[in-house]
Protein backbone atom coordinates (compact mmCIF):
# COMPACT_ATOMS: atom_id res chain seq x y z
CA UNK A 1 0.00 0.00 0.00
CA UNK A 2 1.15 3.60 -0.56
CA UNK A 3 -0.27 6.54 1.86
CA UNK A 4 -0.24 9.73 0.72
CA UNK A 5 -0.14 13.38 1.86
CA UNK A 6 -0.10 17.00 0.36
CA UNK A 7 1.05 19.97 1.85
CA UNK A 8 1.48 23.33 0.29
CA UNK A 9 -2.05 24.91 -0.54
CA UNK A 10 -2.99 27.91 0.59
CA UNK A 11 -4.31 31.77 -0.32
CA UNK A 12 -2.61 33.40 -3.05
CA UNK A 13 -3.48 36.37 -5.23
CA UNK A 14 -3.97 35.77 -9.08
CA UNK A 15 -0.58 35.62 -10.90
CA UNK A 16 0.99 34.43 -7.53
CA UNK A 17 2.27 30.73 -7.56
CA UNK A 18 2.38 27.85 -5.31
CA UNK A 19 4.11 24.97 -4.54
CA UNK A 20 2.38 21.77 -3.88
CA UNK A 21 4.25 18.68 -2.38
CA UNK A 22 2.68 14.86 -2.03
CA UNK A 23 4.97 12.95 0.67
CA UNK A 24 4.47 9.18 -0.24
CA UNK A 25 5.14 6.31 2.94
CA UNK A 26 6.17 3.14 1.52
CA UNK A 27 9.69 1.99 -0.40
CA UNK A 28 8.00 1.54 -4.07
CA UNK A 29 7.01 4.80 -4.32
CA UNK A 30 9.58 4.73 -8.24
CA UNK A 31 7.32 1.89 -8.75
CA UNK A 32 4.30 4.49 -8.51
CA UNK A 33 3.18 6.55 -11.76
CA UNK A 34 1.67 9.79 -9.79
CA UNK A 35 -1.25 12.25 -11.03
CA UNK A 36 -2.33 15.15 -9.68
CA UNK A 37 -6.21 16.22 -9.49
CA UNK A 38 -8.97 19.39 -8.15
CA UNK A 39 -12.24 19.22 -7.50
CA UNK A 40 -14.45 21.95 -6.61
CA UNK A 41 -17.86 21.67 -4.83
CA UNK A 42 -20.54 20.02 -6.79
CA UNK A 43 -17.78 19.01 -9.70
CA UNK A 44 -16.52 16.15 -10.53
CA UNK A 45 -12.88 15.60 -9.51
CA UNK A 46 -10.95 17.13 -13.12
CA UNK A 47 -7.26 15.67 -14.23
CA UNK A 48 -4.61 18.05 -13.80
CA UNK A 49 -1.00 16.47 -14.59
CA UNK A 50 0.75 13.31 -14.20
CA UNK A 51 4.15 11.95 -14.42
CA UNK A 52 5.86 8.51 -14.92
CA UNK A 53 7.49 6.51 -12.44
CA UNK A 54 11.32 8.16 -13.08
CA UNK A 55 9.71 11.43 -14.04
CA UNK A 56 10.35 11.59 -17.87
CA UNK A 57 6.96 11.15 -18.69
CA UNK A 58 5.23 14.37 -17.68
CA UNK A 59 1.53 15.27 -19.05
CA UNK A 60 -0.79 17.75 -18.30
CA UNK A 61 -4.68 19.10 -19.05
CA UNK A 62 -4.68 22.04 -21.24
CA UNK A 63 -6.26 24.50 -18.61
CA UNK A 64 -2.50 23.87 -16.88
CA UNK A 65 -0.25 23.12 -19.60
CA UNK A 66 2.11 25.74 -19.76
CA UNK A 67 1.61 27.28 -15.90
CA UNK A 68 2.09 23.91 -13.74
CA UNK A 69 4.95 21.91 -13.59
CA UNK A 70 4.76 18.19 -11.91
CA UNK A 71 8.01 16.37 -10.85
CA UNK A 72 9.01 13.93 -8.50
CA UNK A 73 11.74 13.47 -6.13
CA UNK A 74 12.29 9.19 -5.93
CA UNK A 75 14.70 9.57 -2.87
CA UNK A 76 12.55 11.77 -1.13
CA UNK A 77 9.39 9.76 -1.77
CA UNK A 78 7.70 13.15 -3.16
CA UNK A 79 5.68 14.49 -6.20
CA UNK A 80 5.62 18.10 -6.77
CA UNK A 81 2.92 20.58 -8.72
CA UNK A 82 4.68 23.81 -9.10
CA UNK A 83 1.95 26.32 -9.91
CA UNK A 84 2.48 29.10 -11.25
CA UNK A 85 0.66 32.68 -12.68
CA UNK A 86 -2.21 31.66 -10.73
CA UNK A 87 -6.02 32.12 -11.82
CA UNK A 88 -8.96 32.76 -9.52
CA UNK A 89 -10.25 29.49 -11.93
CA UNK A 90 -7.44 27.22 -10.32
CA UNK A 91 -9.48 27.53 -6.92
CA UNK A 92 -10.09 23.98 -5.92
CA UNK A 93 -8.89 21.08 -3.22
CA UNK A 94 -5.89 19.37 -4.68
CA UNK A 95 -5.36 15.61 -4.46
CA UNK A 96 -2.83 13.69 -5.58
CA UNK A 97 -2.94 9.94 -6.61
CA UNK A 98 -0.28 7.15 -7.03
CA UNK A 99 -1.23 3.89 -9.95
CA UNK A 100 1.62 1.53 -10.79
CA UNK A 101 0.01 2.53 -14.32
CA UNK A 102 0.94 5.97 -15.82
CA UNK A 103 -0.40 9.00 -17.49
CA UNK A 104 -4.40 7.76 -16.05
CA UNK A 105 -6.05 11.21 -16.66
CA UNK A 106 -9.18 8.92 -15.08
CA UNK A 107 -9.51 9.54 -11.13
CA UNK A 108 -11.64 6.21 -11.20
CA UNK A 109 -8.36 4.65 -12.36
CA UNK A 110 -6.22 5.20 -9.57
CA UNK A 111 -5.75 2.76 -6.43
CA UNK A 112 -4.15 5.55 -3.73
CA UNK A 113 -5.37 9.29 -2.72
CA UNK A 114 -4.05 11.21 -0.52
CA UNK A 115 -6.97 13.74 1.76
CA UNK A 116 -6.16 16.77 -0.55
CA UNK A 117 -4.97 20.66 0.12
CA UNK A 118 -7.38 23.31 -0.70
CA UNK A 119 -5.65 26.24 -2.83
CA UNK A 120 -7.39 29.60 -3.07
CA UNK A 121 -6.80 32.06 -6.10
CA UNK A 122 -8.00 35.79 -5.57
CA UNK A 123 -8.78 37.63 -8.14
Known amino acids: QVQLAESGGGLVQAGGSLRLSCAASGRTFSSYAMGWFRQTPGKEREFVAA????????YYSDSVKGRFTISRDNAKNTVYLQMNSLKPEDTAVYYC????????????????WGQGTQVTVSS
Open 51 to 58: ISWGGGGT
Open 97 to 112: AADRVPNLRSPALYDY
